[in-house]
């Protein structure tokens, strides 16, 4: 389970970007936020989606995850769900419908989900956060000052919710 020192809880973030390479912008600030202390990352992945692609390109950002990171494959079921799978509650299918099932419990439901979808679309990117003592104000801050317009999508995650998360993904 990823709990800092305090047993404070996970947060999954997503800063949507107005640019389609603003997110992959992003990395570099937001590493200089974590040295300073103003977000502790535990994993990272970005989204990329060119005006003119049919779908997006993702990625996990290797340079900041933490111990505790998720992997791969938990962004890959996620990435899948947001933008692969129409978006049509119970029509998505028994299998993907468990899987929503599943991540709905550990707080990524339906509405995060469709939310990130109608909001991340080609010619803007997002930068998929897990992370804890992120001071989101300063972030934001820091984000405008250096040219990138950035939006905030979050759920937070229970100390169960994220054990949960992890108990998918690291078995």
């Not at 692609?53 to 900041?64: E, K």
């Not at 080609?122 to 003592?133: E, I, Q």
């Amino acid at each position: 389970m990823i709990v800092g020192d305090g047993g404070e809880m996970s947060t999954l973030t997503v800063w949507k970007f107005a640019t389609w390479d603003g997110a992959n912008q992003a990395i570099g600030t937001l590493e200089g936020l974590a040295k300073q202390g103003l977000i502790t990352v535990h994993d990272a992945a970005s989204v990329s989606w060119q005006p003119e692609a049919r779908r997006p390109r993702t990625r996990q950002v290797r340079n900041l995850t933490g111990a505790g990171a998720l992997g791969g494959m938990f962004w890959g079921m996620l990435f899948g769900m947001i933008f692969l799978m129409p978006i049509a509650g119970a029509a998505i299918g028994a299998a993907s419908g468990a899987l929503a099932g599943s991540l709905a419990d550990v707080g990524i439901d339906e509405d995060f989900i469709k939310s990130v979808h109608d909001q991340v679309t080609p010619g803007t990117s997002a930068l998929f956060l897990m992370s804890s003592d992120a001071i989101t104000d300063k972030i934001k801050e820091t984000f405008r000052a250096t040219g990138l317009r950035a939006d905030l999508i979050q759920s937070n995650l229970t100390n169960e919710q994220e054990a949960a998360l992890h108990e998918m993904f690291t078995n």
